[in-house]
């Protein structure tokens, strides 16, 4: 079975910064991308920043881009995300994703939750003002 754990999350002020892990644990796999996720209380979750490892390009939702920085390592199937200049609106508990099997070349891809097939069990961030 694959299991995704994320590391990293805490209390943190606003303009401050975190930095976020996510490693897999159980059986081997390969990806084809993996993404950040978030849900924030009352909200629906939301896709937070993705990178593919055909090509390594990466996608930042508006909220975060100029923010936050997603990298990883496409051998080890590790993912991180470094969260700079930190605000309340942050808050949220965060997920790291894979897509094992699902493969999509072209603008766009891997902005959804189905293309996702491994999930984590989330880390919390809180920020405070």
């Known amino acids: 079975q694959v299991q ?14 975190l930095r976020l892990g996510c490693a897999p644990s159980g059986r081997t796999f ?18 937070v ?12 939702t508006d909220s975060v881009n100029g923010r ?9 199937n590790m993912v991180y995300l470094q969260m ?5 609106e942050d808050t949220a508990v965060y997920y790291c994703a894979a897509a094992g099997s699902y493969y999509c070349a072209g603008s ?8 996702y097939e491994y999930w984590g069990q989330g880390t919390q961030v809180t920020v405070s003002s």
Not at 30 to 35: H, K, L, P, T, Y
Not at 49 to 60: C, E
Not at 108 to 115: A, I, L
């Open 108 to 115: 766009g891809c891997y902005r959804e939750e189905y293309e």
């Open 49 to 60: 920043a993705t990178i593919s490892w055909t090509g390594g390009s990466t996608y930042y």
């Open 4 to 17: 995704l754990v994320e590391s990293g999350g805490g209390l943190v002020q606003a303009g401050g910064s």
């Open 30 to 47: 390969s990806s084809f991308a993996m993404g950040w996720f978030r849900r924030a209380p009352g909200k629906e979750r939301e896709l």
């Open 84 to 88: 700079n200049s930190l605000k309340p």
């Open 68 to 76: 936050f920085t997603i990298s990883g390592d496409n051998g080890k």
